[in-house]
């Protein structure tokens, strides 16, 4: 069975740092994969590369087998993919980021309608009925007309997670999409995610919500200076830290860590 | 006081004249501001700097020898316009300069969230303009929008030492002839505020209205 | 090729009219910009301390100023100045005209960034037993200075290309300079492309200066 995303030994760097130095993972279709690391340790990087937000210097990702950003061709060149590929690849992969990025002019159902309308072309009833239907798995039905400014972190985000579902993604990224929340907030996007979970979409999330990984991953994967250091079991890797800088970063989050 | 209000008709038609030419000014150079500003930020590197220098050198000259240029090289160069013409397309020119830099700069200060958003929702770089982008940008634009427009009425006045006739042309005719001075200047100056301030307050306002969202 | 040469002699014949034109304009704007500032700040300082209906009258002109067009300003300083008895060259007339228009900008900039210096100023200095007024003097007005530098800049740079507006009165700067050479040699537009050379190199000298202010002053603004 193929695995719904597939990194091969990615490298990427941003001028003349290299950010990710051979990154090779698998996540299988419903499988949450959380991936945790410290900042600059390229976690969000290579989120990042799933959907072509950012390009990479070498090394190939697949999204349901199909090539991300470039072609590659048997004998190992790769040929950059047009705008409108990465496009209606794009539409497979949805991202929720760490700052929500809500359209300021748009109202909530606008939001989650704009996917569908403009990416899709899907008729403006039918978006509209999708978008509702979405709002109300989040909880937000209440505030279809209201504009994102007047909505709590909380809610925005919520309402940022239902704009990416109505795409109908194969595959869900979460960039720290709760480090920008005030703590009490934080609950009600996790359980968005973990029912999302649930349902058995594929995902991966970067975040620092460790008992979220040890709830609801499957997979864990430890990033370190553009490497992955570890990867497993998240229970096994979080209980019992082989390395001494998994074992360094976590000390630093039994402190922060609010169970 | 006499003297003004037999005035009042004259003078009312270089008001006209005036209204007209700011119109006119105003209005090309907020399309062509439009387009060019969204140029600025497109991915043409040859593009974005033409319009740079475009910029870079119609607001380092005053708009008086703008005017004075575009006055003298029509006919040097084979066209017989209208000193009106010459004096419109100057500051035509001069606005459209002013309103790019603020299109540019409102589009370029769109947090890059926006268009990452965007972008992983899979909408073409087109969509991504003119459904995301532009609207925000545009609302942001007003009160510098409105500041220039503001700006343009004023520099109407220079077409009267260039020798295009329009209300402080024809103010100055007046009090040359009747020496009114302060009612004839003074009613002008009424006119130009009674344009100008409505804006000025509109602007503040507006500016008032996003800082507090933010 | 003579096309050129043509072009450059004739640069050549008119270089010494536009130095002294070139002085005149540079003489009205280093005149004009001290008063404006002097000005701006005296207003300034009436419109914060000052007692109110003469804040508001103040505030009136402020706008008036704002939203009537310069040369009109300029237009009524001349012809009315000497009805009132006073004998003005037009030199004179354009200085004042120019100091007035950019006070009233200058005002509401040098007010904001008295009003900006946050509170905390005024409650450290209080605090610490200091006198208001002394307090604005040796800590208000020093930090609010460095935070104007870069405005008045730029400012600077607006009205040295308002300094054209004297031609309407007759007074012999670069723009007026241009217009009669080339009436005179029945020469052709080029002579005010050479006349916009003068402005745009001043433009840009100013500008290298106040960014050079700006960097300077950065560390300091509060």
Known sequence: MTAMIEVSNVVKSFGPLEVLKGVSFQVAQGEVAVIIGASGSGKSTILRCINFLEDFQGGGIKVDGADVGYDLKPDGTRVPQSEATIAKHRQEVGMVFQSFNLFPHKTVVENVMTGPLRAKGVPRAEARSIAEALLAKVGLSAKLNELPANLSGGQQQRVAIARALAMQPKVMLFDEVTSALDPELVGEVLKVIRDLAQDGMTMILVTHEMHFARDVGDKLLFFDAGRILEQGEPKAILDNPESERLKAFLTRFSATNYL | ?214 | MDWLIVKLRLIGSIYPQMLDALGVTLGIAALALPLAVVLAAVIAAVRLFGPKPIAMALGGWIELMRNTPLLLQMFLLYFALPMLGWRLDGFYCGVLAIAFQHSAFLAETFRGAIETISRRQWEAARALGIRDSTALWHLILPQAAVKVAAPIGNQLIILVKDTSVVSGIAVLDLTLTGKIILERNAASFEVFIVVATFYLALTVLLGLLVRFVETRTRAMVG
């Open chain 2, 1 to 214: 006081m006499d003297v003004l209000v037999q005035s009042l008709p004259y003078l009312a038609k270089g008001a006209l004249q005036t209204v007209w030419m700011a119109v006119v000014a105003i209005f090309v150079g907020s399309v062509a501001g439009l387009v060019l500003g969204l140029a600025a930020v497109s991915r043409f590197t040859a593009l974005r700097w033409l319009i740079d220098a475009y910029i870079f050198l119609t607001r380092g000259i005053p708009i008086l020898v703008l005017m004075f240029i575009t006055y003298y090289a029509f006919p040097a160069m084979g066209y017989r316009v209208s000193s009106y013409a010459a004096v419109t397309v100057a500051l035509a020119l001069y606005a459209t300069a002013f309103y790019t830099d603020i299109m540019r700069g409102c589009l370029q200060s769109l947090p890059r969230g926006q268009t990452e958003a965007a972008k992983s929702l899979g909408m073409g770089r087109m969509s991504i303009i003119f459904d995301i982008l532009l609207p925000q940008a545009m609302k942001s634009s007003l009160p510098p929008w409105l500041n220039t427009s503001i700006v343009m009425v004023k520099s109407t006045s220079y077409s009267a030492i260039v020798g295009a006739w329009e209300l402080t042309y024809a103010a100055k005719e007046v009090v040359e002839r009747t020496l009114a001075t302060f009612e004839i200047f003074g009613a002008v100056m009424l006119f130009y505020f009674a344009i100008c301030y409505p804006l000025s307050l509109l602007s503040t306002h507006l500016e008032k209205k996003t800082a507090v969202v933010h």
